[in-house]
């Protein structure tokens, strides 16, 4: 937010990461962070958002205002509905693999695409060689960002080469410290019983990689010249290291100290100290060592608290030792070279002035890294980004309605998405992603699409049309009497029951394609499945199943009026349906259950259609009513479509999240009103279905255009300040869906004009 006079304001941030009692070093920054910004800038607010791993549950402070369990996704989006909620100008996500859930932690991203501020992520690991989910991830990670903090050179280097990020989206703020001023070693020792102890430190969660074994095989030599030598290894065994192996790793090393005759100058302290003893114990020490075993590590928090704590260091050359040591403030060795080692400490401590010189110079490098510093840094960062948020267009801005322009079919996007098997799932932006294989759902979509194709595109909507149908007819499981949902590119089913939902727009599918194909070939082929597959549907019990069955048995009445099992069908749910808006309505909620769901306006088109077959006013009136509810709930405050977000799903009795909304509502809301306007002739129907295609052509809350007229493409959903650029099947065939309806309707009113100008 800004001010009258153009400043930016930082009021309040959300802030994402570990958090103590968990024992980890990104828990420890997390809340140092959190206590620097609070401290240094004036009136801010900072809520901690705390990551919870599986099967743990810490009792945390009153800092932290809402937990995140690692693997459930509703916390995520519960997370970013309080954070949307408390009015967060700035989100800070202290980013690492494995806090977060799903396949490289990409559950996080379900939270950043649903808050409103902007998005700053502190990125602790930046990997040369990652995977492909870990490179998705961070890219996504970098798209949603804006800005991108690392605390190494190395970082921004390695975000260049590997991801392409831009230079100017990358900030370097160096790993924040403590200031303490420049102490003699020995006014600590005595309080770790160090008193006349020459100490090195090696300090952090204990795990294989930290290379001690190479500094122990190293103290043979030393202790020969420096008797009074101590090597103490502080800290607890990683919580993961436990769960596997216990104490293994540490066991080990006592071992080797025993085998090698310095067990009496091996000190292991096996606890987690907080900040303040662990500050003692690092001003305890002479020299501090890190002999980690690789370089990948772009930050290390106990180094830089060495450095600002004065310690000499003597460090393998992993990056940001490379960097942090660069000044003359400690000396560098190969990896594993544990002779090299013992031979840069023994010249240290063999050299007081030059040891006085490397405390003097580490300390006033400190000063630059202090953690006020960084809390600076941090909010003008959050600044910048609130000042460069997207701006959402005022209404007068917005697109007109083009449907003229835009209403005709175009299946470009389709034929993109369709091989010899049928229509893909998913793609990657425009391109099919074939990790995911196929769906029945999006095949019978695509089949009942071809039969509403117009003009120059049908031959080629007819040749796609066996396809669909193809895929429909193998999808059937008579043996089970269910359909198939999920194929895998190798065209093996991964199931052999499919959903609920997946059978009835199954069933739905070939109802329209008995009436509406233009193919007596196929229409012949439909009602054959068709009546293969009824007798199993009496069994489906889901709202939108049952309205899928309906929606199935209407079409095929209009080919067949005296089909005995499409009017059961009918008969049997259409009741159901109306008893289930006796049920779960309340004042101001007036629908079919105590949640709203996707496919929203395909209950009370159903009902309308059932009571319609049915002879039943009643049973039409209430699905009339059901419809205005629904049809005012997805309406905003300037009068736009606003499909309900997927964020609202198994809500009870509360008002709909606006995000992600999603293109298969749309089509849903269109085909519904058109379908009322011809029952009551309420222009309210006609005003409703202009104002969904509109929301495809960019008249929506954020004002950006969701469909692609000229490529036939859709993008996958409205988020809250952008789109999702992917453009799957389900989009893909929902705008064209909108568009051959949209189409038909200007047609009639044209046509409709003529006539009353005749006349």
């Not at 975000?159 to 100017?168: G, Q, S, T």
Request: charged residues 20%; proline residues 6%.
């Amino acid at each position: 937010m800004a001010d009258g006079a153009g400043a930016t304001q930082l009021n309040r941030i959300a802030l994402i990461g570990n958090f103590p009692p968990r024992i980890c070093g990104l828990a420890t920054f997390t809340r140092d962070v959190q206590e620097a910004l609070i401290s240094t800038i004036d009136g801010l607010t900072v809520d901690a958002y705390a990551m919870t791993d599986p099967g743990q549950s810490y009792d945390y402070p009153s800092a932290v205002c809402f937990d995140v369990r690692q693997d459930e996704l509703a916390d995520y989006v519960e997370a970013a509905r309080r954070i949307n909620a408390s009015g967060a100008d700035a989100v800070l996500v202290q980013h690492e693999y494995g806090i977060f859930g799903g396949p490289a932690g990409a559950n996080l991203l379900r939270l950043l695409d649903r808050v409103e501020a902007p998005v700053v992520v502190t990125l602790h690991t930046v990997l040369e060689h990652p995977n492909p989910d870990q490179r998705s991830v961070l890219e996504a990670l970098a798209r949603r960002a804006s800005k991108l903090i690392v605390m190494a050179a190395k970082g921004r280097e390695l975000l260049l080469k590997v991801h392409a990020i831009d230079d100017d989206r990358v900030v370097e703020v160096p790993h924040g410290v403590p200031d303490r001023p420049l102490a003699d070693p020995a006014e600590f020792k005595p309080r770790f019983g160090l008193e006349g102890r020459t100490v090195l430190l090696t300090m952090g969660l204990l795990s294989p990689g930290k290379g001690i074994e190479n500094m122990i095989r190293a103290l043979p030599s030393l202790v020969e010249t420096h008797p009074d030598l101590t090597y103490l290894v502080l800290g607890a065994t990683h919580p993961h290291l436990i769960a596997h192996e216990g104490e293994a790793y540490r066991d080990s090393l006592k071992a080797l100290g025993q085998e090698l005759g310095v067990a009496d100058h091996l000190m292991f302290r096996n606890q987690f100290v907080e900040q303040e003893e662990l500050l003692d114990y690092i001003q305890a020490a002479d020299i501090y060592v890190t002999p980690y075993l690789n370089e990948a590590q772009i930050t290390s928090g106990t180094l830089s608290y060495a450095v600002a704590l004065g310690k000499p260091v003597v460090s393998t050359p992993y990056w940001h030792a490379t960097e942090l040591l660069a000044d003359g403030v400690g000396a560098l060795v190969p990896f594993g070279d544990s002779e090299a080692l013992a031979q840069e400490i023994a010249a240290m401590l063999d050299d007081s002035e030059r040891l006085n010189a490397i405390r003097q110079r580490a300390w006033e490098i400190g000063r630059t890294m202090l953690w006020p510093r960084l809390a600076e840094s941090y909010a003008a960062i959050c600044r910048e980004a609130i000042g460069r948020a997207p701006v959402r267009f005022p209404l007068a801005t917005r697109p007109v309605r083009a449907i003229d322009v835009s209403a005709r079919a175009n299946l470009g996007g389709v034929e993109r998405m369709t091989d010899g098997t049928g229509m893909l799932q998913h793609s990657i932006f425009s391109v099919p992603d074939r990790n995911h294989g196929y769906c029945v759902d999006d095949n019978c979509r695509a089949l009942m699409l071809m039969h509403r194709v117009e003009g120059d595109p049908v031959p080629r909507a007819d040749e796609l049309a066996e396809v669909y149908a193809s895929f429909v007819q193998h999808a059937w499981n008579g043996q089970e009497g269910r359909f198939r949902n999920f194929m895998g590119f190798d065209r093996g089913w991964l199931e052999s029951v499919g959903s609920e939902d997946s059978f009835g727009r199954s069933i739905w599918s070939l109802g329209v394609t008995a009436a509406e194909a233009r193919s007596s070939e196929l229409r012949r082929w439909a009602l054959h499945l068709f009546d293969q597959v009824a007798p199993h549907a009496r069994a489906l019990t889901s709202p939108r199943t049952m309205a899928f069955a309906i929606l199935a048995a209407d079409a095929m009445l209009d080919a067949y009026p005296g089909h005995m099992q499409a009017r059961g069908l009918i008969a049997a749910f259409t009741p159901k349906l109306a008893a289930l808006v006796e049920s779960a309505s309340r004042p101001g909620w007036t629908w079919f259950e105590p949640v709203l769901g996707y496919d929203n306006a395909r209950l009370p088109e159903a009902l309308i259609r059932g009571g319609r077959r049915l002879g039943d006013a009643a049973m039409v009136a209430k699905g009339l009513a059901t419809l205005r509810w629904i049809d005012d709930v997805q309406t905003n405050a300037q009068g736009q479509f606003r499909a309900v977000g997927t964020d609202s799903f198994g809500r009870s009795y509360v008002p709909p999240e606006p995000f992600d909304q999603q293109p298969l509502e749309a089509w849903a809301a269109i085909d519904a009103v058109l379908y009322a306007h011809t029952i009551d002739g309420d222009p309210r129907w006609i005003a409703a279905a202009e104002r969904a295609f509109a929301w495809y052509l960019g008249d929506n809350d954020c004002g950006l255009p969701i469909a692609l007229p000229d490529s036939g493409g859709c993008y996958d959903g409205l988020m809250r300040d952008r789109v999702n650029l992917n453009q799957g099947a389900e989009s893909v065939l929902a705008f064209q869906f909108a568009a051959c309806a949209m189409g038909r309707l200007a047609r009639k009113e044209t046509n409709d004009g003529r006539e009353s100008l005749a006349s």
